[in-house]
C-alpha cells in the first residue's frame, strides 16, 4: 500500500496570504496525485488532478505541482472560502489519501 | 450533468451486513466511460477508497476490507451497490459514492454522502 504523509497537519495562514501544502507519497506515484477540498458536512471537492490540471470550474490560485514522491498545493491569495481541510490522494495504484492539512484562518 | 445519490438505512447492528446504493442519473451506468467508486470518512477521520468496479463487472476492493465487501452494478435501475458484511463500530462512517467522469482517475464526481451508524 502506498502511504501519502500531508504535512503541516494545520495550517494558520492570514487571507490574502499564500498556503503552501505538502504531501509525501512512500512511493513514485508519477504524476498521479490529486488534491481535494473538503468543507464541513460537504463532500470533497476535486481542486488538482495529474498533479497539476485544475478541475473544471477551480480558481486560477490554487496550483499543484510535483512528481514522484513530493507534492505541493498553493494557494496564492487565500480568499474566506478557501479555509477547509484538503486532501492529497494517489491514484497510481488504485486509492490512498492522505490524511488531510486543515486550512485555518491566522 | 452527471449526478450520484446515495440511499441506504443509516443505523445497521453489529455483526450484520451494511446495505448502500448509489443511483446514478445523467448518465449511463454501463458506458464504458465511466467506472464507479466508494469511498468512506469515519466521523472526524479521514477518506479511505473501500472499492470499485468498471462498466465490464470488474470490482477492485481495498485490500484492507476486502474480505467483507461486495460492489454490484443494476443496469437495469442505473445503480451499483456496496455490501458491507460482519460490520462493527469501525465501520461508522459517512460513505460516498464518486466517479471519475472527466479527471483522468481521480474522482470529479460525487454523492452527497450518507451518514451509517453501526450500534445495537
Known amino acids: 500500500e502506498i502511504v501519502m504523509t500531508q504535512s503541516p497537519a494545520t495550517l494558520s495562514v492570514s487571507p490574502g496570504e499564500r498556503a503552501t501544502l505538502s504531501c509525501r507519497a512512500s512511493?513514485?506515484?508519477?504524476?498521479?496525485l490529486a488534491w481535494y477540498q473538503q468543507k464541513p458536512g460537504q463532500a470533497p471537492r476535486l481542486l488538482i488532478y495529474?498533479?497539476?490540471t485544475r478541475a473544471t470550474g477551480i480558481p486560477a490560485r490554487f496550483s499543484g505541482s510535483g512528481s514522484g514522491t513530493e507534492f505541493t498545493l498553493t494557494i496564492s491569495s487565500l480568499q474566506s472560502e478557501d479555509f477547509a481541510v484538503y486532501y492529497c490522494?494517489?491514484?497510481?495504484?488504485?486509492?490512498?489519501f492522505g490524511q488531510g492539512t486543515k486550512l485555518e484562518i491566522k | 450533468q452527471l449526478q450520484l445519490q446515495e440511499s441506504g438505512p443509516g443505523l445497521v447492528k453489529p455483526s450484520e451486513t451494511l446495505s448502500l446504493t448509489c443511483t446514478v442519473s445523467?448518465?449511463?451506468?454501463?458506458?464504458?466511460?465511466?467506472?464507479w467508486g466508494w469511498i468512506r470518512q469515519p466521523p472526524g477521520k479521514g477518506l479511505e477508497w473501500i472499492g470499485s468496479?468498471?462498466?465490464?463487472?470488474?470490482?477492485y476492493y481495498n485490500p484492507s476490507l476486502k474480505s467483507r465487501v461486495t460492489i454490484s452494478v443494476d443496469t437495469s435501475k442505473n445503480q451499483f451497490s456496496l455490501k458491507l458484511s460482519s460490520v462493527t463500530a469501525a465501520d461508522t462512517a459517512v460513505y460516498y459514492c464518486?466517479?471519475?467522469?472527466?479527471?483522468?482517475?481521480?474522482?470529479?464526481?460525487w454523492g452527497q454522502g450518507t451518514m451509517v451508524t453501526v450500534s445495537s
Open positions: 464518486a466517479t471519475p467522469a472527466v479527471a483522468g482517475d481521480a474522482f470529479d464526481i
Open positions: 445523467g448518465g449511463s451506468i454501463s458506458s464504458s466511460s465511466y467506472y
Open positions: 468496479i468498471y462498466y465490464s463487472g470488474s470490482t
Open positions: 512511493q513514485s506515484v508519477s504524476s498521479n
Open positions: 495529474g498533479a497539476s
Open positions: 490522494q494517489q491514484y497510481n495504484n488504485w486509492y490512498t
